[in-house]
């Protein structure tokens, strides 16, 4: 099962997303938002957590959170494993409330602060739950505009400064930012995504591929990390091999082949045109590899030290 890439580190913002498993509802009380709210605060006490926005709906929620201390995995542990536990007990029943694991989207805030936010306090209208967005109660939108008490652990100030140096000059403004998009097509900002992960410019991009990504490797259980990651060219590969083996040159072939086929990126012809082979005989000898490789932890660990250092050098 495709696992999702978690990109950690301090000061990290992300939008976070988690459903009820088959869509089922996750929140059919006020009682269970109110709980849900105090793991919200519990993890800003316990691990160090910035909320910045939420909005519950009925079968899933949108948390906007910045981590200080790069423990988003802990955080997340803490607000869904302390939910699950609360609702299963509640209602006598076991098992997963949520579908597999939560979606984390890596945030440039500088440039989608203000975007992410309105997308998130929009959400019960899209979903047409109330006519007026100040009707929802169980979003952080009221405490935006100035209509609700904030609550103590709610980080409003950030994305507000961008709206006025003066708190109600801020929150007017805020209002008035939210609103132009109601009753419209609003394109969400979350379709400029990239790999599934990452939501910034090209620099924000580059920036976190560099500083995170450098000794990742694609991983077929990890697709977005597949897409981000810069894939060595089939010349890049066979070069690789052959420095690694020279004294082995059939080996050194297959171990190529082997490697292009799992980490290139490119098709079987494409592969099987720079060996002068058929598109099968190139699936055929890279399962043969691999059942070698899987018996030879030395050759093993030579495949694993070409692996490092080709994909050390794309980033």
């Known amino acids: 099962m495709a696992r999702p890439l978690r990109i950690v580190f301090p000061g990290a913002f992300y939008h976070i997303t988690s459903r009820g498993n088959e869509q089922r509802v996750i929140f059919k009380s006020q009682s269970d938002r109110k709980k849900f709210l105090s793991y919200l605060e519990s993890a800003t006490q316990r691990y160090d957590a910035l909320i ?135 394109k969400s900002p979350l379709r400029k995504v990239v790999g599934s992960t990452i939501l910034g410019d090209e620099g924000f991009v580059k920036m976190v591929k560099e500083n995170y990504l450098q000794n990742k490797e694609p991983d077929r259980d990890l697709p977005a990390l597949r897409v981000l990651s810069e894939k060595p060219e089939i010349e890049d590969i066979m070069r690789a091999a052959e420095s690694a083996f020279a004294k082995q040159p059939r080996q050194a072939r297959n171990i190529a082949l082997f490697l292009c086929h799992r980490c290139s990126g490119k098709t079987l012809k494409h592969i099987g045109r720079h060996f002068g082979i058929g598109e099968s005989a190139v699936s055929q000898s890279s399962r043969r590899m691999a059942t070698i490789i899987d018996k030879d932890k030395k050759l093993k660990r030579q495949i694993q030290k070409v692996k490092s250092q080709l994909f050390m050098s794309k980033v």
């Open 52 to 186: 910045h926005a939420y909005c519950l709906m009925d079968n899933h929620y949108h948390l906007l959170i910045e981590t200080p201390s790069g423990n988003l995995p802990q955080i997340m542990r803490h607000i869904n494993g302390a939910y699950t536990t609360y609702f299963n007990v509640k209602r006598k029943r076991s098992g997963h409330l949520l579908q597999g694991r939560y979606k984390a989207i890596l945030v440039d805030m500088d440039i989608y602060a203000k975007e992410l936010s309105r997308y998130i306090h929009l959400n019960p209208i899209r979903a047409k739950m109330v006519e007026k967005l100040e009707h929802y109660q169980w979003s952080s939108y009221l405490e935006y505009i100035g209509r609700r008490k904030a609550l103590t652990w709610l980080v409003r100030d950030f994305i507000l400064s961008y709206f006025g140096q003066k708190s109600k000059i801020a929150q007017q403004n805020y209002l008035k930012f939210v609103e132009a998009k109601m009753g419209q097509k609003y």
